[in-house]
């Protein structure tokens, strides 16, 4: 016998209309009275009747969620966070990839695909944001901003970077660090670089900035152009290292195997960190260093902002920042106290 909605108010000790203002947030309920409904749901196996939905309300149930590239592990693990948020509401998520995401919110959008759209990566784009913004359109931005009417969810990048930095250059003998940025035009790298200088304040440090594409081949290609150019200079080494700071963790990971191709030793004669906390960076020889982002906190208060405007909120584009935390592996010496 097919579960409906009185199965889960009775379960949960509360009205039908009640369930129903859970599932489709149409009104707000104490967090008491929505973690009951969503435990019966979850108790009772629930499937909501999609095509029932659809047509009383002419939705689709469908989140769009556009990504630039999933080159990154970061934006898998979000894919997956995003989607178990989502599933409790009866909502399926739809997931392209697409070099302009914002054009492709536009055109699915014109098709009548989804509900709302979540969007990673991207540049912003002018014409996409004319059309957002005279047609409006449920979105949310997670990880970097693309326009003024579109709320965002992100790290604290700057603070990220001021913590990284602060741990690279609490080695005693820091002396040279090398910052591997991500494309400079784009605000979580400028917020990044702010905080990369902030640590560096007031201190007598050698620094260079080389700029990457958030890939691992572009910052082997970072380190090692920078080792090849400094060949006559000292060599780093354990009572002088190099440090490095990177934007992201591919770039980081891709450093430390320039490191090794020259026989330097990362952890050792190279200290690096990165930023992002991508499982993988746990896993890397030596482990990682670097900053977390807190994954499923972010994508948490994304989709809850858009199902909020789905539901006809309003928004007024405005800008959310996680503190995330500085894991201290051994890629950096560990901690120089």
């Known amino acids: 016998m097919a579960i409906t909605i009185r199965d889960i108010a009775q379960r949960a000790g509360v009205s039908v209309a009640t369930v129903s ?32 939905q659809n047509l009383r309300s002419s ?20 894919i997956e966070r995003v989607t178990q948020t989502v599933s409790p509401f009866g909502y399926d998520v739809r ?20 509900d709302g759209a979540l969007v990673v990566g991207g540049d912003p784009d002018p014409e996409s944001l004319e059309y957002i913004n ?24 700057g603070q990220g970077a001021f913590e990284c930095t602060s741990h690279l250059l609490s080695h005693p003998n820091a002396g040279h660090i090398l910052h591997i940025q991500g494309p400079a035009h784009l605000p979580i790298c400028q917020d990044r670089e702010a905080g990369f200088l902030r640590a560096l304040d007031g201190r007598n440090v050698a620094v260079v900035d080389v700029e990457g594409d958030f890939t691992a081949e572009s910052g082997r290609a970072a380190l090692d152009s920078y080792l090849a150019e400094h060949a006559g200079d000292a060599a780093p080494s354990p009572s002088a290292p190099l440090l490095v700071f990177a934007d992201n963790d591919l770039m980081a990971i891709g450093a430390m195997s320039a490191a090794a191709t020259r026989s330097f030793t990362p952890g050792l004669d190279i200290l690096v960190a990165g930023f992002d906390g991508i499982d993988l960076a746990q896993w890397v020889t030596p482990a990682l260093t670097t900053y977390n982002q807190p994954i499923a906190t972010i994508a948490a208060a994304a989709v809850n902002k858009l199902l909020e405007l789905i539901n ?26």
């Open 95 to 114: 997931v392209s990839i697409a070099s302009s995401p914002l054009a492709h919110v536009v055109a699915l959008h014109k098709q009548k695909a989804f």
């Open 21 to 52: 203002r859970v599932l489709n947030r149409t009104k707000p309920v104490t967090p008491a009275v929505r973690e009951a409904v969503l435990a019966a749901v979850s108790d009772l196996d629930y499937v909501p009747s999609r095509m029932a």
């Open 312 to 337: 006809g909120a309003t928004t007024d584009g405005e800008i959310v920042e996680f503190e995330g935390e500085l894991v201290v592996r051994q890629s950096s010496g560990g901690n120089h106290d």
């Open 134 to 157: 005279t047609n409006p359109i449920p979105i949310v931005a997670i990880d970097r901003a693309l326009g003024p009417h579109i709320p965002v969810f992100t790290a604290d990048n």
């Open 59 to 78: 939705r689709t149930h469908t989140i769009s969620f556009i990504l630039s590239s999933i080159e990154n592990p970061f934006f898998p693990e979000l």
